[in-house]
C-alpha cells in the first residue's frame, strides 16, 4: 500500500533489484540505490493480480488499460495534503450540538382547558 499516492492502480517491478514497488517515492525509501532506468517496464494490475509488460519507448494512448481487465491504471495522482475542518459530529445525525431557536409550545394549554363561562351561548 503506498503512502505516497493514494489511488495506484499498478505495482511496478524496478528493473535494478527486480522487486516491486507502488511508486518510485517508494522505491527510495526502502532501498539504498538509485531507480534503474528501462524501457520496458513490469507492471502488476492492482484489480486482476495479472502481470503485463509495456514497451516504454513506443507508448501510445491504448498503453494505459490494462491487457486483461481493462482497468484504467493511467489517472491522476491523489497525494495526501492536510485538511482543514470543522470538528464534530454530522449534523443530520447527531443535533445535540444545535441550538434549536423554535419557539416551544406550552404543553398545558388546550382548546378544552379554556374557561369559556363568561360567554353566553
Avoid at 491504448?62 to 481487465?69: A, L
Amino acid at each position: 500500500m503506498c503512502k505516497h499516492i493514494f489511488n495506484a492502480q499498478v505495482s511496478i517491478r524496478a528493473p535494478c533489484c527486480k522487486r516491486w514497488f507502488d511508486c518510485a517515492e517508494c522505491h527510495a525509501e526502502a532501498e539504498d540505490h538509485m531507480l534503474g532506468k528501462t524501457t520496458e517496464m513490469v507492471f502488476v494490475c492492482k484489480k486482476c493480480k495479472k502481470a503485463f509488460r509495456k514497451d516504454m519507448s513506443n507508448y501510445e494512448e491504448s498503453d494505459e488499460f490494462c491487457p486483461h481487465c481493462d482497468n484504467h491504471y493511467v489517472i491522476d495522482a491523489k497525494t495526501p495534503q492536510a485538511v482543514i475542518g470543522v470538528e464534530g459530529e454530522d449534523a443530520r445525525v447527531d443535533a445535540r450540538m444545535l441550538k434549536d431557536d423554535r419557539v416551544q409550545q406550552d404543553s398545558t394549554r388546550s382548546i378544552f382547558s379554556r374557561d369559556f363561562s363568561d360567554r353566553v351561548g
